[in-house]
């Protein structure tokens, strides 16, 4: 007999493999270094920073991508958040500027790529939600980030701030992670995962 609540196909679909866990992993890591480049070079974006705060939001997607292209290569519950956490896991360790508080940002981060994916039941993975994932990703980072970082600015920085984050997201972690996997699904590097069909997918 079978639980009537978790049917069979639902339960497998869900489950995950150690072909997920472990591609998944490859994917946080390889992204976490990223991470940390990512951060060096922020250096040079807190220069204009100086004289209006809210625009390092535009800089921010390239701290989501870890979410929104584990959702979409590995496509089970848990995997936006695992890999933007994991990402961030290696960031702190390789020694970011921003300390081990990349970690609560991770958190929040991976979050909001996680709920758009759960949103469409994880039955979805077009540029729209891939669009959505990064833009949910960059209001995570702007919530932690004003909470945590920004708590001296007024209200108007702070929600531009999040406005920035959230249009960054889509654009460099949403569209250019769909990008990437749909590239990688031409090149059968996806045949082991539920994402083998990426490349002729319909866009939207």
């Known amino acids: 007999m079978t639980n009537a609540s978790t049917p069979p196909a639902t339960a497998a679909k869900s489950s995950w493999r150690v072909v997920d866990i472990v591609v998944a ?5 390889a992204v976490g270094v990223i991470f940390w480049a990512w951060s060096a070079g922020y250096a040079g974006i807190a220069i ?13 997607g390239g701290w989501l991508i870890a979410g929104v292209l584990g959702g979409l290569i590995i496509r089970k519950p848990g995997a936006a958040l695992y890999c933007e956490l994991l990402a ?12 081990f508080t990349v970690l609560l940002s991770g958190l929040a981060q991976g979050l909001g790529a996680e709920l758009a994916f759960a949103l469409f039941r994880y039955r979805r993975f077009s540029l729209s939600v891939a669009v959505l994932s990064g833009a949910l990703a960059g209001v995570g980072m702007g919530i932690n980030d004003n909470l945590t970082y920004n708590v001296t600015w007024d209200f108007g920085f702070k929600l531009l701030y999040l406005i920035f984050g959230a249009i960054s997201g889509a654009v460099i972690a949403g569209v250019l992670s769909w990008l990437a996997v749909r590239g990688l699904g031409k090149t059968g590097a996806l045949t082991r995962l539920a994402s083998r069909r990426a490349a002729t997918e319909p866009v939207l």
């Open 25 to 29: 992993s490859v994917v946080a890591v």
């Open 48 to 60: 204009l920073a100086e004289t209006f705060p809210p625009i390092a939001g535009l800089y921010g």
């Open 88 to 99: 961030a896991v290696v960031e702190a360790l390789l020694g970011s500027s921003f300390g």
